[in-house]
């Protein structure tokens, strides 16, 4: 232990988890040399926003900083911006430079996190194919848009739901292409996936179902996308979605644990890798969750907070589990919503619903308790929503879709801590 805190304990990663560990360990009293190694030349920050509120211009990228720009002018905090770690040395406990440097640990932190797919088809990477993950990207595809006649985004998740929405918000012409019949449907199903395509076609999103990208062209066709279901899709720009793949090579190449299941870096429920000074968190983790009994990655805003702080602190001893439930938000359009536990993966779904509205609560039911929810504009019942998945509380199904009754009349009195 002596050794772990003469040398300097280091961070690796340039997003929330890694600032959010940073602050945390200085917070609860590490008082020794700090190193966070970031490849991005700025400070640690958020990224959410960059679909979302920062893509549409509204706000500006101070806001997004994982810790006050104060912080890293701290004594014995030394942020090494725009540099990238290249190798791991466990043995000697070193992490080796792009410069030929390196820099020894006492304890270290992998919160590198993931790095979205480019498209392996025909074109993918031509200039006007956008991928989204840093502040850079999100500023290109805000400039490119701006002279763009017409926008097509590829894929079915979050982030391609949320840049078609913020596009098309700027007034942008925009198509979105997914490979399921309703947007997000692989995520929530299709019943509320139903509601989140009818909001973007009611605010001019076109919605091409069922459809992937095959190839990207820029010939004689004109520019865009040739789909699988045989058709020709027009557009100046592309921006596309398609998953990511979390950053694991320094770790496989240390001979650390990649789980098989999610490809992460294999780490128990408090972080640790089969290295105990080495730990690992946010969207590269793979970590064992005490409430599931399995290892999960979860690539959220939330997560990463949560792992970051959970990190710090075992570094610390602090022995602090890793047992949050998951959780995870999306505005598109007017429509905000919030997500406890892990929707679709156990359970019967349940919807309540607002006739004439998108207010929506929809409930995973396992053998009569909630195992996991999602609301759309019902920020009003958002605790007892999440108090309800926590606590896998029992729900009467009949009484839960008649949306006259209270939804915390539904559910047990909290007792007194």
Do not use: C
Not at 176 to 193: D, I, N
Not at 363 to 374: D, F, I, P, S
Not at 387 to 414: G, N, Q, T, Y
């Amino acid at each position: 232990m002596k050794d772990e805190r003469t040398r300097p304990w280091v961070i690796v990663g340039g997003g929330l988890a890694a600032g959010r560990a940073a602050t945390t360990l200085r917070k609860e009293g590490f008082d020794g040399r700090l190193v966070v190694i970031a490849a991005e030349n700025r400070q640690p920050y958020e990224r959410p926003p960059l679909s979302k509120d920062y893509l549409r211009g509204e706000t500006l990228f101070e806001k997004l900083l994982a810790a006050e720009a104060g912080f890293w002018s701290s004594p014995d905090v030394e942020l090494m911006s725009g540099r990238r770690a290249t190798s791991l040395e466990l043995d000697g406990r070193r992490i080796g430079l792009d410069d030929g440097g390196t820099v020894p640990f006492g304890r270290l932190l992998l919160a590198i996190g993931a790095s979205p797919l480019r498209p392996s088809i025909p074109g993918g990477s031509l200039p006007f194919v956008h991928l989204l993950r840093t502040v850079e990207d999100s500023d290109r595809i805000r400039a490119d848009a701006s002279s763009a006649a017409s926008i097509a985004v590829a894929g079915g998740g979050w982030i391609s739901a949320e840049v078609a929405a913020s596009l098309r918000q700027l007034g942008h012409d925009v198509t979105l292409v997914m490979p399921t019949a309703e947007v997000l449907q692989h995520h929530l199903g299709p019943e509320v996936g139903a509601i989140y395509s009818g909001v973007h076609e009611r605010h001019g999103v076109r919605l091409v179902r069922g459809a992937r990208v095959v190839e990207v062209v820029d010939d004689g066709r004109g520019r865009g996308l040739m789909l699988s279901n045989g058709d020709f899709l027009r557009a100046d720009m592309v921006v596309v979605g398609f998953g990511t793949t979390p950053n694991v090579e320094l770790a496989a190449a240390a001979g650390l644990e990649i789980d098989g299941g999610s490809g992460g870096i294999a780490v128990d429920a408090e972080l640790r890798t089969a290295a105990p000074e080495v730990f690992a968190a946010g969207d590269v983790a793979s970590a064992w969750h005490p409430r599931y009994g399995r290892r999960l990655r979860v690539e959220h805003w939330d997560n990463a907070r949560q792992q970051g702080r959970v990190a710090a602190l075992n570094m610390l001893g602090r022995a602090t589990a890793n047992d949050r439930v998951p959780y995870f938000y999306s505005d598109q359009f007017d429509l905000g919503m919030e997500t406890f536990g892990l929707p679709g993966d156990a359970g019967e779904l349940t919807v309540r619903r607002w006739p004439g509205t998108d207010r929506f609560v929809a409930v995973w039911l396992l053998e009569g308790r909630a195992v996991a929810a999602v609301h759309g504009n019902d920020f009003d019942d958002s605790k007892v929503i999440g108090r309800l998945v926590r606590e896998r509380l029992p729900l009467d199904r009949d009484r839960f879709l008649d949306a006259s009754i209270p939804l915390a009349e539904l559910v047990p009195a909290e007792q007194p801590a």
